[in-house]
Nanobody
Framework: QVQLVESGGGLVQAGGSLRLSCVASGTFFSIRAMGWYRQAPGKRRELVAT???????SYADSVKGRFTISRDNPKNTVYLQMNSLKPEDTAVYYCNAVLLRFEGAQARGYWGQGTQVTVSS
């Protein structure tokens, strides 16, 4: 079984910073990529940032220059440093991991339970 556990959400004023963490645990062979998505009330879940096993990173245009994704491979952990936060960043942030349960298996995506980020104006 695979579990993704997020932490680090909370309430912050506009212009402030937060750092999200997500740890993948359980039995698996390797992690191909990890990432963060977010979903605001009444909106669809959207990609925020992703990072692959070879450190290739991508960001949504709305967060470029403000958010930084990083990864600690030995700890199976992904981080999202969020600076210059805006009220429109308010959402539930979900961690995602694409991994192989065993060697030769098909890669599958897994989700965390989400952590709330609220930015006040």
């Amino acid at each position: 079984q695979v579990q993704l556990v997020e932490s680090g959400g909370g309430l912050v004023q506009a212009g402030g910073s937060l750092r999200l963490s997500c740890v993948a645990s359980g039995t698996f062979f390797s992690i191909r990529a990890m990432g963060w998505y977010r979903q605001a009330p009444g909106k669809r879940r959207e990609l925020v940032a992703t990072i692959t096993s070879d450190d290739s990173r991508s960001y949504a245009d709305s967060v470029k220059g403000r958010f930084t994704i990083s990864r600690d491979n030995p700890k199976n952990t992904v981080y999202l440093q969020m600076n210059s936060l805006k009220p429109e960043d308010t959402a539930v942030y979900y961690c995602n991991a694409v991994l192989l349960r065993f060697e030769g298996a098909q890669a599958r995506g897994y989700w965390g339970q989400g952590t709330q980020v609220t930015v006040s104006s």
